[in-house]
């Protein structure tokens, strides 16, 4: 078995070892944060310890913060929990915001992968909407603008909901600076665990529940909260908060990883290359061979990537997100996504050259043939 090289950390992201010790500690301990007894408290205690530590993340208040099932669920709840108002969903948004509605109206992206700002602007003019926009792209790591985009939003009457989920523990997030209403965020892609992640709701803002019951979490979520989920969530913040500087060491090896692959195949394709982008995040195109191909013979040499988007289902299809740059068909079915996190040393991206020129060698040896 050759050595495992993880590349795939935009997929999920390994849980902290402190993390997951405080989950076990607190799987161990009994008490529901809702009853008043002492085991009670002392759930309740915990649980808005890590609510501060969510909120200090992203510069928000404790109060704001929805504690939710992941960043499907808050995307879910802050689109659909506003109800009655024109959405408009940019182009290059996960799934679980542009599929929020058959109604959502996309915003076009550029080519180099980000928001078309005049676009929406145009959009905004047909009257009072909540704009949808990520802050950072989960195939390209594209960075967006989202305060410039907040800023046209309120100037309409807007609102703008923010998918955090990628950029929170890879870059600074702070939701006063972007000037979202709403910001979802998920434990699993900052070392916390899967199943887990948060709404931020801005004060005044009019959000219904989608699910009632035990009036959980101020009303606006019920039902008895994943303590030792949250748990580890809210040290998962705390410590990428602490760590955030590992993301320039992470720089370095992608960036290695973009010139040794670039000098391997120079007309293979980087996208969103002339954009800011996340420090830990590199989609590449092999001409004419297909991603599936490309996980396949990565996955055999060791080395751990994901074709553009994957499924639930496993099957992988063509990226949305290159679509929405006007990428040719080919080319989009050709990308993959290779992204590194705080434990990828050179030695993962010496594996993830060797296997991916080898295939290139070989496929282009056998085409010339
Ligand atoms: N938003 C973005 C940008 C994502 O990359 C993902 C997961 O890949 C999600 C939302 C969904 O988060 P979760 O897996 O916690 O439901």
Redesign the pocket.
């Known amino acids: 078995m050759p050595r495992a090289a993880y590349l795939d950390w935009?997929?999920t992201a390994p849980v902290r070892p402190e993390v997951a010790a405080a989950m076990a500690e607190a799987l161990a301990r009994c008490g529901n944060p809702s009853s008043v007894h002492r085991f009670g408290r002392a759930a309740r205690q915990a649980l808005e310890a890590a609510r501060a530590e969510v909120a200090a993340l992203i510069g928000a208040a404790p109060g704001e913060i929805v504690f939710t099932s992941?960043?499907?669920?808050a995307?879910q709840l802050a689109l659909r929990g506003l109800k009655g108002r024109r959405l408009l969903v940019s182009a290059l948004e996960?799934d679980?915001?542009r599929q929020v509605a058959p109604e959502a109206e996309p915003i076009p992206a550029t080519p180099t992968g980000v928001v078309d700002l005049a676009a929406l602007e145009r959009m905004l003019a047909g009257g009072a909407a909540v704009v949808s926009l990520?802050l950072a792209?989960?195939e390209t790591g594209a960075i967006q603008p989202v305060a410039d985009a907040a800023r046209l939003a309120h100037a309409h009457g807007a609102l703008l909901h923010c998918?955090a989920?990628?950029a929170a523990g890879k870059i600074p997030v702070a939701i006063g600076a972007l000037g979202a209403d709403l910001l979802?965020l998920?434990a699993?892609?900052l070392g916390g665990p899967?199943g887990v992640?948060a709404l931020a709701v801005r004060d005044a803002v009019p959000l219904a529940a989608r699910q009632t019951g035990g009036g959980q979490e101020r009303g606006r979520r019920a039902g008895t909260e994943n303590l030792p989920g949250i748990v580890g969530f809210g040290l998962a913040c705390r410590i990428a908060a602490e760590r955030l500087e590992e993301g320039a060491g992470v720089e370095r090896l992608r960036d290695l990883a973009e010139r040794r692959l670039a000098a391997l195949a120079p007309e293979a394709p980087i996208y969103a290359r002339e954009v800011p982008r996340l420090p830990n995040t590199l989609s590449i195109g092999m001409p004419n061979v297909p991603a599936s191909t490309q996980v396949m013979a990565l996955d055999l040499a060791g080395v751990m990537v994901s074709a553009g988007a994957a499924c639930s289902s496993g099957k992988l299809r063509r990226s949305a997100v290159l679509d929405a740059m006007g990428v040719p068909p080919e080319a989009a079915e050709s990308a993959i996504r290779i992204s590194l996190g705080w434990s990828t040393v050179e030695a993962d991206i010496d594996q993830l050259v060797d296997a991916w020129g080898a295939l290139y060698v070989r496929l282009r040896a056998r085409s010339a043939a």
């Open positions: 935009n997929a992941g960043g499907t669920e995307n996960h679980s915001v990520m792209n989960n998918d989920v990628q979802s998920s699993h892609k899967q992640g």
